[in-house]
């Protein structure tokens, strides 16, 4: 947690700056005008965002709105886009670790998670599993309708508002399979996926996974916990 500015619009000035002070803890982002003090201090922020859910970016040179240096971005769930600067690069590489620590971490507790959506008109669901990968069902009969693994995704687009074109390759035939899924929520599910993904792919590092473990040992109160991955 720390105190950052962030970048406003404003009509009667082009650039503005307002200090806020920004919390990562659990499964939530934190955003305040003030630092919490009491437990209570936590349910008043000013907005609260998952962590699975949002994509923080470490702004390059060539990203950068104006003169200020050490900034990052923060697209939320709703797709808004916000955007911090901090005093030195120390902090923008702390806090881009915090990010990717709190992420994992998440992802590894929560194991999945399913949004509504909807093909062709009927109610769907589509659950995206750690283990599993992609599996979309029919939310009255819970009948499940397909299921990719993680590797099986060569590629994705959407259209800004609510679908998303997921391109699955077919283990047998080797043939790209197109599925088409409408979201209320698109920012969200693509933020949880890349999430998901993001994951995945620090398990193939064992001494991140081995610092995270550690971490996570540190935070837990039981102590007793072992924490499993799968790759």
């Not at 390059?60 to 003169?67: A, C, E, F, G, I």
């Not at 900034?71 to 670790?97: A, H, I, N, P, R």
Request: hydrophobic share 40%.
């Amino acid at each position: 947690m720390g105190w950052t500015e962030e970048r406003e619009q404003d009509s009667l000035q082009d650039r503005m700056y307002t200090p806020k002070f920004l919390a990562l803890r659990g499964s939530s982002l934190y955003k305040f005008i003030a630092p919490p003090v009491t437990t209570w201090d936590w349910t008043r922020a000013e907005k609260t965002f998952s962590v699975y859910e949002i994509m923080c970016k470490i702004l390059k040179d060539s990203d950068l709105l104006d003169r200020r240096k050490h900034c990052f971005g923060v697209q939320s769930e709703s797709g808004e886009d916000l955007y911090f600067s901090v005093e030195l690069e120390c902090d923008l590489t702390l806090w881009e670790k915090a990010f990717q620590t709190a992420t994992f971490l998440e992802v590894e507790r929560i194991q999945c998670k399913t949004y509504a959506c909807v093909l062709e008109s009927h109610l769907m669901g589509l659950t995206i599993d750690f283990g599993m990968g992609f599996v979309c069902f029919d939310a009255a009969t819970k009948a499940v309708l397909w299921r990719y693994k993680f590797s099986q995704l060569k590629g994705s687009s959407d259209d800004g508002k609510s679908k998303i074109k997921f391109l699955f390759q077919n283990p047998d035939t080797k043939q790209i399979e197109a599925k088409e899924l409408e979201f209320s929520n698109l920012f969200a599910v693509l933020h949880c996926i890349h999430s998901f993904f993001a994951a995945k792919v620090a398990c193939l590092d064992p001494l991140y996974v081995g610092s995270q473990a550690a971490t996570s040992a540190v935070a837990t109160t039981s102590g007793t916990g072992k924490l499993k991955y799968t790759t």
